[in-house]
T-cell receptor
Framework: AQKVTQAQTEISVVEKEDVTLDCVYETRDTTYYLFWYKQPPSGELVFLIR??????QNEISGRYSWNFQKSTSSFNFTITASQVVDSAVYFCALSESYGGSQGNLIFGKGTKLSVKP | SQTIHQWPATLVQPVGSPLSLECTVE??????LYWYRQAAGRGLQLLFYSIGIGQISSEVPQNLSASRPQDRQFILSSKKLLLSDSGFYLC????????????????FGPGTRLTVL
């Protein structure tokens, strides 16, 4: 069965600290896709990144970086030099390639990140 | 560019009253459309998805229903609201791409916050 676990419910850091948000997933498929979304206080989910199961290269986008490791079924997200504007709930999600629900996203329960000045 | 609209932004309804939430997408054709619900303190749960006009699939049995009267319009309805229907309702769209459904990220609307009293 598909499952996404974000063990960290809440994280609080001081501005300029680095922070890593953990994501562990379960799937039986060999082809699948992983996503990260950001939900600021306004509520709208903002798409951050998509990775497919065949591409284990880490990715960096500005202060954001993602570490995908199939061996541990993890897709962790690191924010370097955090800023107050990074405060949000972050969701990790999984989608299987040929799932019956037309690409249904299975979400983790989210990690609430608070960055204090 | 594509945009997705939802209204109303907030809604307070008494138990037993009807519900109609609307979602429209601009700037794309033949999208997959989705309704999610986010209950307080919990992750997102897929309620309905649609791959075309009049084609609706339900993921969770409940007193809600969905309709897609036009290609880029998705409506969530209820004849009689329950207290448990309170939550944050998010509409999303994704590009429809052949047989593999899971590889496209979903883009979310601003959401509707529903309180049932």
């Amino acid at each position: 069965a598909q499952k996404v676990t974000q063990a960290q419910t809440e994280i609080s850091v001081v501005e300029k600290e680095d922070v890593t948000l953990d994501c562990v997933y379960e799937t039986r498929d060999t082809t699948y896709y992983l996503f990260w979304y950001k939900q600021p206080p306004s509520g709208e989910l903002v798409f951050l990144i998509r990775r497919n199961s065949f591409d284990e290269q880490n990715e960096i986008s500005g202060r954001y970086s993602w570490n995908f490791q199939k061996s541990t079924s993890s897709f962790n997200f690191t924010i370097t030099a955090s800023q107050v504007v990074d405060s949000a709930v972050y969701f990790c999600a999984l989608s299987e390639s040929y799932g019956g629900s037309q690409g249904n996203l299975i979400f983790g329960k989210g990690t609430k990140l608070s960055v204090k000045p | 560019s594509q945009t997705i609209h939802q209204w109303p932004a907030t809604l307070v309804q008494p138990v037993g009253s009807p519900l109609s939430l609307e979602c429209t997408v601009e700037g794309t054709s033949n999208p997959n459309l989705y309704w999610y619900r986010q209950a307080a303190g919990r992750g997102l749960q897929l309620l309905f998805y649609s791959i075309g006009i009049g084609q609706i699939s339900s993921e969770v049995p409940q007193n809600l229903s969905a309709s897609r009267p036009q290609d880029r319009q998705f409506i969530l309805s209820s004849k009689k609201l329950l207290l448990s229907d309170s939550g944050f309702y998010l509409c999303a769209w994704s590009v429809r791409s052949g047989a593999s459904w899971g590889n496209n990220e979903q883009f979310f609307g601003p959401g509707t916050r529903l309180t049932v009293l």
